[in-house]
């Protein structure tokens, strides 16, 4: 098995060397992660991104597949993207060395034309699926069919469908804390997708056999949220409430949530969606945020209920969660979490599970290196 860091080959030895941890530790690398959406991706176009603290270059070949390479050419390092696209090849815009899209040095318009197998730039697997790009950044071959499947984002599907993404500045498990813990809806989200009254909802957390969590509270008589009364009936009356969240590894979020009358027993065919929160880390302490609402075909919104739909989202997400995010991460700084020895209470039960999960999916991909931290 042959790593590369940088656009090198790295051998066990270099493993060992700090500058590889800062790299490597931490993510899990044998997953796919939504990179960005697909129409980010033109054709003729470069596309550039840090994923995983690795910069990456997206194009898409004339056939409109996809190409993802490490956005760093292997003579001075310098950014690809700064060159051109040449067909389905990337000119270095520093020296003019040509890489083709499985990042093989193909052309050096220097001297003896040679060129070397050392010249080789990272290449990474990537799919189009649900209106975004995925990528494969292990060692592990990428399997397509473990893509998450988001089937609500289907043509056929007769799901409304409201999409959006935010670039926060936190860590993609202090993000993670805050989905899996959606008391925080009760007072971060205070009147807007939860109520304080809730504080005392019984909560529910159980996990597979394949380590998948899920985590549910029971509101029953709540005042209704605003987001929730704009589906349901705008009358602003008592509803049972509850709300659901999956969370699989390495860090893809599905949410069902909603209201109905009290009693009840059932949902309604509106008054509440799934949503779908997919996290990608940008470095340690940045992450790119993609997320969707998918209404049932029941709801009745025309667009300007829609657009407030969205904005009532879009509002708690980057005026509330993101706020409060960036200015934990910066209380966090650098420091670990764990030996900031945080005080744990019930409402933890679900983070603290997904990040010993983390934790271990990273250790074994570390083992199956034959590397110890
Ligand atoms: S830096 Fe790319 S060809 Fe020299
Ligand atoms: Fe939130």
Redesign the pocket.
């Known amino acids: 098995m042959t790593i590369y860091v940088l656009g090198l080959p790295l051998s066990l030895a270099d493993r060992f060397h700090p500058d590889y941890w800062i790299l490597a530790m931490n993510f899990i690398r044998n997953a796919w992660y939504a990179a960005c959406q697909s129409q980010q991706v033109r054709s003729g176009e470069m596309f550039h991104r840090v994923l995983l603290e690795e910069p990456v270059v997206f194009y898409r070949k004339q056939d409109g597949s996809l190409v993802a390479l490490r956005d760093r050419c292997p003579h001075r390092f310098v950014p690809l993207h700064l060159g051109k696209l040449q067909g389905d090849e990337i000119e270095c815009g520093y020296h003019g060395l040509r890489f083709d899209c499985t990042g093989s040095c193909v052309s050096n318009p220097h001297g003896d034309n040679k060129t070397q197998e050392s010249a080789r730039v990272q290449s990474y697997s990537a799919h189009d699926r649900y209106g975004l790009v995925w990528i494969w950044m292990g060692d592990a071959p990428a399997d397509s069919t473990r893509i998450p499947h988001y089937g609500l984002h289907d043509a056929d599907s007769n799901y409304q469908v409201v999409s959006g993404y935010l670039h926060v500045g936190a860590n993609y498990l202090l993000m993670a804390d805050?989905?899996l813990d959606?008391s925080?809806?009760m007072y971060?989200?205070d009147g807007l997708?939860g109520d304080r009254d809730q504080a005392g909802a019984k909560q529910v957390v159980q996990e597979d056999e394949q380590g998948r969590l899920v985590c549910r509270r029971w509101m029953p008589n709540s005042k209704v949220p605003a987001v929730f009364d704009l589906l349901y009936r705008r009358d602003q009356k008592l509803v049972d409430m509850w709300t659901e969240i999956r969370w699989m590894a390495p860090s893809y979020f599905w949410f069902d949530g909603g209201v109905h009358e009290p009693q009840r027993g059932e949902r309604e065919d509106h008054g509440w969606w799934y949503g779908q929160h997919l996290l990608t880390p940008e470095t340690k302490s940045t992450t790119h945020y993609h997320f969707a609402a998918a209404l049932p075909p029941g709801t009745q919104l025309d667009e300007n209920d829609k657009a407030t739909f969205a904005e009532m989202r879009r509002f708690?997400?980057a005026e509330?969660?993101k706020v409060?995010l960036e200015a934990q991460q910066a209380a966090l700084g650098d420091s670990d979490f764990w030996a900031m020895k945080p005080a744990l209470f019930s409402v933890d039960a679900a983070p603290v599970r997904m990040r010993r999960a983390v934790e271990r999916l990273v250790n074994a991909e570390i083992a199956e290196g034959g590397v110890q931290p």
Do not use: C, E, I, T
């Open positions: 805050n989905l959606l925080h809806l971060l989200h997708l708690a997400f509330q969660d409060m």
